[in-house]
């Protein structure tokens, strides 16, 4: 599951068994992403509340399944497969539509036709995510304009970058700990709520 020691939903206690009812899924799930933080619980309330702000909350303009799109983006140039998956599932659930949802996987893995499976505001969305993840130093102010041009707006904008963003902490966290996907359930996701009394497993 990990290259460390993590606490199973069994052996929870205190602030641990807190969150992990929080995050809980079927037949008691938790993700290995999640459980990989058991060492220290406050690390993953922080990275349930970065998830949930980026990915799923109320206030977000840009559709979840766009945001879903980024992220499988982000990590396939990580080469995080274990994100991809998750991710995949997560787009071809709210497609609800796994040929459209193949179809953008393929475009992205190959790094051709993106526009034509998405659209051109959507392909200028992924070239942003992909210099942010590729050469984040080399960042301009154009590349912001750019988003503009093609039709996004700076709180959208925002919206992008930060889930560009944690996609990029998310997949070095699972890199970077060995975490795999066995035991793991597929494509679900929190609520609608941002509440984090209401959060369910990523």
């Known amino acids: 599951m990990t290259w460390?020691?993590?606490i199973a939903f069994e052996a929870a206690e205190?602030?641990?068994?807190?969150?992990?009812?929080?995050?809980?899924?079927?037949?008691?799930?938790?993700?290995?992403i999640m459980a990989a933080h058991s060492l220290r619980p406050h690390t993953m309330e922080g990275h349930m509340a970065l998830y949930k702000a980026v990915?799923?909350?109320?206030?977000?303009?840009?559709?979840?399944?766009?945001?879903?799109?980024?992220?499988?983006?982000v990590s396939l140039i990580n080469?995080?497969?274990?994100?991809?998956?998750?991710?995949?599932?997560?787009?071809?659930?709210?497609?609800?539509?796994?040929?459209?949802?193949?179809?953008i996987c393929a475009?992205?893995?190959?790094?051709?036709?993106?526009?034509?499976?998405?659209?051109d505001r959507i392909a200028a969305?992924?070239?942003?995510a992909e210099k942010l993840t590729r050469a984040p130093a080399g960042m301009?102010?154009?590349?912001?304009?750019d988003l503009r041009r093609a039709g996004w707006t700076d709180g959208e904008i925002l919206e992008i970058n930060q889930?560009?963003?944690?996609?990029?902490?998310?997949?070095?966290?699972?890199?970077?700990l060995g975490i795999g996907l066995e035991g793991d359930v597929l494509g679900l996701s929190p609520g609608d709520s941002d509440d984090p009394e209401n959060w369910s497993h990523a």
Request: hydrophobic share 40%; net charge negative; glycine share 10%.
């Open 163 to 176: 889930v560009a963003a944690y996609f990029n902490y998310a997949n070095r966290t699972v890199l970077g």
């Open 140 to 145: 301009t102010e154009g590349d912001v304009s």
């Open 4 to 6: 460390i020691d993590t």
């Open 79 to 103: 080469d995080c497969r274990y994100c991809v998956e998750h991710h995949f599932a997560g787009l071809t659930r709210l497609l609800k539509d796994a040929g459209r949802a193949n179809a």
């Open 125 to 128: 969305a992924l070239a942003y």
């Open 55 to 73: 990915l799923h909350h109320y206030g977000n303009a840009v559709p979840k399944w766009v945001l879903e799109v980024i992220g499988v983006h």
């Open 14 to 32: 205190g602030k641990l068994k807190t969150l992990y009812e929080r995050v809980t899924g079927p037949d008691r799930n938790v993700d290995n």
């Open 107 to 119: 475009a992205l893995e190959s790094g051709t036709g993106i526009a034509a499976a998405t659209d």
